[in-house]
C-alpha cells in the first residue's frame, strides 16, 4: 500500500479567527514568514506525498495563487541578483503536483472529505486538517502512514489530552498492539463525560481507506448540524480495520488565537532572524 496522494480540507470558515479571516483564509496566516499552509504541505511532501488536493471556498482563491508561479515578481528577483529570496518564491509551487476543489457548500469535514471521492479514486489516502500545525522530527503524516501500512489499515493520529479538550474533540476506544500504536473499535464526537472511551482524541491527521466515502455519501449530520468526520470514522472501524498512532511530535490548532500565537511563539525561537531576540525579550520579562 503506497500512500501517493492526500487531501487538505481547508475550506471552514475560520469564524474563531474573525476579523483577519474576512478576507485571508485562516490556512494563509503567517507563522513569521511561511503561511500555516506551507508547512502542512511540507509535512505531507515529507511523507512522500505526490498530489494534494485542497479542498477550498469562495473567497480563498489565493491558496491557489500561493501555490503557483509569480512571473513578474521572479523576474525581478532574478534581475536583482536575490537567489536565495526567489528559491523561496518559487519552492511552494514545486513541491508537488496541486489541485484545487470547492467544496461549495460549508456542511462540516466529513462533507468536505468526501468532496475528494473522485481524486482520490480506488487508493488510500492522507488527510491533513489545514489549520493543525504539526512541529516533529518525523513528519506526522509518514509516521501514519508506516503504521498503516503494517497492520493493513485506515489509521487515525491520536494524542492524550486534557477532559476539557477531549470533549472539544473526540474520543476513542483504542486497545493497545505496540508501543505507540492501538487498535480503534469505536469512537465519539465531542463527547459529554458518561459518553467518553478514553483521552485520546484525533488530532488532525488520518490515513483513510477509500471505503470512507460510501460511509460519507449517506452519513446524517451529526453534531452541530455538520456532516462530521468522526461519525463517518466511527463507521469505518466497524466494517474495516483501523489503528490510531500516538505520533511523536507537538500540534498546533493554529485555527485559534491561543493555538496560533503558541505556533508563532515556538517557530519564531528556533527562526535565525527571530530566535535570539526573542529568546532575550523572554529573559527580560522574567
Ligand atoms: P474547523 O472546525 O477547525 O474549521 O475545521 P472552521 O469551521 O473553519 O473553524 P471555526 O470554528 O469557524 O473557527 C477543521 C478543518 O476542516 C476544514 C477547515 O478549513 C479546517 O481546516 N473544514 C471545516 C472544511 O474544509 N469544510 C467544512 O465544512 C468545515
Known amino acids: 500500500m503506497k500512500v501517493k496522494k492526500a487531501v487538505i480540507p481547508a475550506a471552514g470558515l475560520g469564524t474563531r479567527m474573525l476579523p483577519a479571516t474576512k478576507a485571508i483564509p485562516k490556512e494563509l496566516l503567517p507563522l513569521l514568514d511561511k503561511p500555516v499552509l506551507q508547512y502542512i504541505v511540507e509535512e505531507a511532501v515529507a511523507a512522500g506525498i505526490e498530489d494534494i488536493l485542497i479542498i477550498t471556498n469562495r473567497g480563498k482563491s489565493a491558496m491557489e495563487d500561493y501555490f503557483d508561479y509569480v512571473p513578474d515578481?521572479?523576474?525581478?528577483?532574478?534581475?536583482?541578483?536575490?537567489?536565495?529570496?526567489?528559491?523561496?518564491?518559487?519552492?511552494?509551487?514545486?513541491?508537488?503536483?496541486?489541485?484545487?476543489?470547492?467544496?461549495?457548500?460549508?456542511?462540516?469535514?466529513?462533507?468536505?472529505?468526501?468532496?475528494?471521492?473522485?481524486?482520490?479514486?480506488?487508493?488510500?489516502?492522507?488527510?491533513?486538517?489545514?489549520?493543525?500545525?504539526?512541529r516533529a522530527e518525523v513528519s506526522v503524516t509518514r509516521q501514519l502512514i508506516d503504521a498503516a501500512e503494517k497492520y493493513g489499515a485506515s489509521c487515525v493520529g491520536i494524542k492524550e489530552v486534557s477532559d476539557e479538550a477531549v470533549a472539544k474533540y473526540c474520543s476513542?476506544?483504542?486497545?493497545?498492539?505496540?508501543?505507540?500504536?492501538?487498535?480503534?473499535?469505536?469512537?465519539?464526537?465531542?463527547?459529554?463525560?458518561?459518553?467518553k472511551f478514553s483521552n485520546f482524541a484525533i488530532l488532525g491527521r488520518y490515513v483513510l481507506s477509500p471505503g470512507?466515502?460510501?460511509?460519507?455519501?449517506?452519513?446524517?449530520?451529526?453534531?452541530?448540524?455538520?456532516?462530521?468526520?468522526?461519525?463517518?470514522?466511527?463507521?469505518?472501524?466497524?466494517?474495516?480495520?483501523?489503528?490510531?498512532?500516538?505520533?511523536?511530535?507537538?500540534?498546533?490548532?493554529?485555527?485559534?488565537?491561543?493555538?496560533?500565537?503558541?505556533?508563532?511563539?515556538?517557530?519564531?525561537?528556533?527562526?535565525?532572524?527571530?530566535?535570539?531576540?526573542?529568546?532575550?525579550?523572554?529573559?527580560?520579562?522574567?
Open 73 to 134: 515578481l521572479q523576474e525581478r528577483l532574478a534581475a536583482d541578483g536575490k537567489a536565495e529570496l526567489l528559491a523561496q518564491v518559487k519552492n511552494p509551487a514545486d513541491m508537488a503536483n496541486f489541485y484545487f476543489l470547492r467544496q461549495k457548500e460549508t456542511k462540516g469535514l466529513g462533507h468536505a472529505i468526501w468532496r475528494a471521492k473522485s481524486f482520490v479514486g480506488d487508493e488510500p489516502f492522507a488527510v491533513l486538517l489545514g489549520d493543525d500545525v504539526m
Open 212 to 286: 470512507i466515502f460510501p460511509i460519507l455519501e449517506t452519513l446524517p449530520p451529526g453534531r452541530g448540524g455538520e456532516i462530521q468526520l468522526t461519525d463517518g470514522l466511527q463507521r469505518l472501524c466497524q466494517v474495516e480495520p483501523m489503528v490510531a498512532k500516538d505520533f511523536e511530535g507537538k500540534r498546533y490548532d493554529t485555527g485559534n488565537l491561543v493555538g496560533f500565537l503558541e505556533a508563532t511563539l515556538a517557530f519564531a525561537l528556533d527562526h535565525p532572524e527571530t530566535g535570539a531576540w526573542l529568546k532575550g525579550q523572554l529573559a527580560m520579562n522574567r
Open 172 to 195: 476513542v476506544e483504542i486497545t493497545a498492539l505496540e508501543e505507540r500504536i492501538y487498535r480503534v473499535t469505536d469512537m465519539v464526537e465531542k463527547p459529554v463525560p458518561e459518553e
